[in-house]
């Protein structure tokens, strides 16, 4: 059974930095491109990240290019999101997708706030 | 960038009636190996979203088929025959062929109980 579980959300302030992980199970890891997918309160989804299955390549939303990155550890399993100077529209449940938005964790929620 | 629209924004259904979600694209969905990369995902309240269909029609693992996909282009629509409660929720469309720059989705459509 696939598993994607996120981690590392958590009440932040503005300008400061947060790393989110993604650990996933069920299947191999190494072979499949991943996504970072955001949602903030009570809005819509948005992606926001992609890293090939060997870190070949990575994209990024416009909204958070230059101060996310999108990473990966195949030998660990995780995918993961460094996050830096964090804004308040940046507050949002994080998920961690599979290829093609075919499995998707369950989130991590992230907030930016005084 | 491809623009996402669905309609309506909401819909109130009583169980076991049928119901059709319109997601209309910006541009055509078709990519170059002649597939048309257009999915339906389901956001059950307090979820994480679920993929419902892949490329148009084919419906995912374990997904009743009740729920089916029509459509090409930029024109796709979602219909659920015999509603049950546990189709209540948010339904997304979106779009994986224009990428990069990135993967666009609709801004969802509502199901709630009349």
């Known amino acids: 059974e696939v598993q994607l579980v996120e981690s590392g959300g958590g009440l932040v302030q503005p300008g400061s930095s947060l790393k989110l992980s993604c650990v996933a199970s069920g299947f191999t890891f190494s072979s499949y491109n991943m996504h970072w997918i955001r949602q903030a309160p009570k809005k819509g989804l948005e992606w926001i990240a992609l890293?090939?299955?060997?870190?070949?390549?990575?994209y990024y939303a416009d909204s958070v290019k230059g101060r996310f990155t999108i990473s990966r550890d195949n030998s660990k399993n995780t995918l993961y999101l460094e996050m830096n100077s964090l804004r308040s529209e940046d507050t949002a449940m994080y998920y961690c997708a599979k290829k093609a938005l075919a499995y998707w964790g369950q989130g991590t929620l992230v907030t930016v706030s005084s | 960038d491809v623009v996402m629209t669905q309609t309506p924004p909401s819909l109130s259904v009583a169980i076991g009636q049928s119901v059709s979600i319109s997601c209309k694209s910006s541009q055509s969905l078709v990519y170059s190996d002649g597939k048309t990369y257009l999915h339906w995902l389901l956001q059950s309240p307090g979820r994480s979203p679920k993929r419902l269909i892949y490329?148009?029609?084919n419906l995912g693992s374990g997904v009743p088929d009740r729920f089916s996909g029509t459509g090409s282009q930029k024109d796709f629509t979602l219909k659920i025959s015999r509603v049950e409660a546990e189709d209540l929720g948010v339904y997304y469309c979106?779009?994986?062929?224009?990428?990069?720059?990135?993967?666009?989705f609709g801004a969802g459509t509502k199901l709630e109980l009349k």
């Open positions: 490329q148009v029609s």
């Open positions: 890293i090939y299955y060997d870190s070949s390549n990575k």
């Open positions: 979106a779009q994986t062929t224009h990428f990069p720059p990135m993967y666009t």
